[in-house]
């Protein structure tokens, strides 16, 4: 008996040498050590043996059997190794970054706009969407531009019959806003605006933010803080704000604000047409007309707003020279921004 437990027991290490996969190892093992494998058969030949040489055989019988199970686990921890490592050199997916992609970036348009409207949100204004094909009344009538108002020529619309027309002004979100909000009210609104314009400067399609803020007590000189507050963190901290008389129907007084040209710090140059000034925005206090037509009493509140051409900021900020260069979608253009 002695010799078969050395004759399985080299028999089984050879098995267990040969297998080539966890599974093969597997059937190896229930060969020689499941429950009617070659060595458990032997042990039930312990009953014929003498009683003297039951403990004797039992202990060859059990030491084979350790010294196996070692030889098993050593095995099977090696194929499981090769075996993972296979699979995941089968498996594996290159995703490092190929150098030649070209990396897309931000339209230098909806670049500024969103830094536009974190600095507004950053002091608690609210962000409105309006409609882009509007009516009459919240484009002019609800702005004090009545029918056959000569100021309805300051801005040559697009009307699409009935009572539509393509907004020529976010103004229009102002009247919008102020029907569902009561005051103290700070909103902005960005937005597309349509005008029949196209040259240089202007773009038959641009854009615009318009922004408004009614509470009481509210005077000019909000305005202004916010206006320099704004200018100096889009232009740099030397930049001046001047306000010049203007007129729109929907403010009273009405402004165009100007702000020292950041190009040449105020000395003169093309950018500012040697004046030193760069316009960027119209603004005013709001129409007391307005206010009653929205609902909300001139004389308890007042409010300030402002509206200007995103567009215009952007070509300011990265010194584009004509507006167009917006629209086309040139990548040599666009790749700059980047
Ligand atoms: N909507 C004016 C325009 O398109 C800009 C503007 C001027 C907006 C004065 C305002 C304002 O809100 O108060 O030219």
Redesign the pocket.
Known sequence: MEEKIEQLAAECGNEIAAADSENALYAVRVKYLGKSGLISELMKGMKDLSPEMRPVMGKLVNSARASLETRFTEKGKELHDKELAARLAAEKIDITLNEDTPVGCLHPLTAVRKRLVDFFVSMGFDVMDGPEVETDYYNFEALNVPKDHPARD??DTFFLGGNLLLR????AS?VRYMETHKPPLKMISPGR?FRNADDATHSPVFH?L???VVDKGITMCDLKGILDDFARHFFGKQTKVRFRPSY?P??EP?VEVDVSCSICGGKGCKICKGTGWIEI????I?NRKVLRICGIDPDEYTG?????GIDRIANIIHGIPHIKLLYENDIRFLEQFR
């Open positions: 300051m801005q020529s002004q976010t103004s102002q605006v615009q318009e922004g408004l729109f929907f403010t009405s925005l119209g603004a005013g709001v300030f707003a402002f509206g200007f």
